[in-house]
């Protein structure tokens, strides 16, 4: 990709392109629908979106999860969804995203983010399996595609827990 990607937090009236980008990366409308009800919740830690020139071709969302550990509760960021346009996927829009989308989280203080992903993907912006932190997911899903990266050292620690995305995402 020849011209220059351009992330940043995502403008009020981006609403429409963003739900665009959401639908066309992955679809469906399913990714579409939970990135406009975490908005109307008031469910969005950090939203970010990838502009080329004056075309918007991707958005990363961010929200609060909480970590169950047997009384005790923590919260942290998951990463969901994802998505870039199918003409300007593999061209470095969703590795730009992630890499701000860390940034800002790791600036603004805040723990640990986990990701359900490709496990050949995520790994190189530093994530692992959240089982290695002790963490699964309240959903049965594959150990290596749970994934969880510290923002903060000793944040996870290796007590076992439950993570829990917020309601929103019981409809995806």
């Given amino acids: ?19 665009q980008v959401n639908a066309r990366a992955f679809g469906r409308d399913a990714e579409a629908a939970l990135v406009d009800a975490l908005r109307g919740a008031g469910g969005v830690t950090l939203s970010l979106v990838a502009r080329v020139g004056e075309q918007l071709v991707g958005h990363i969302l961010f929200s609060p999860v909480e970590i169950d550990r047997g009384g005790n509760q ?8 994802m998505a870039v346009l199918p003409d300007h996927q593999r061209h470095g829009v969703g590795s730009r995203l992630i890499r701000a989308g860390l940034d800002r989280l790791r600036e603004a203080g805040h723990g640990a983010v986990v990701v359900l992903g490709h496990p050949d993907y995520y790994p190189r ?43 929103e995402f019981s409809a995806v």
């Avoid at 923590?74 to 969804?81: C, E, F, N, Q, T």
């Fill in 1 to 19: 990709m020849r011209s220059e990607i351009l992330v940043r937090p995502e403008q009020p009236h981006e609403a429409e392109a963003i739900r």
């Fill in 74 to 81: 923590d919260v942290a960021v998951g990463l969901a969804p």
């Fill in 125 to 167: 912006f530093g994530f692992s399996r959240a089982s290695h932190f002790g963490l699964r997911w309240e959903v049965e899903c594959p150990d290596e595609a749970f994934m969880a990266l510290e923002l903060r050292e000793g944040f996870l620690g290796r007590r076992p827990g439950i993570v829990r995305y917020r309601p």
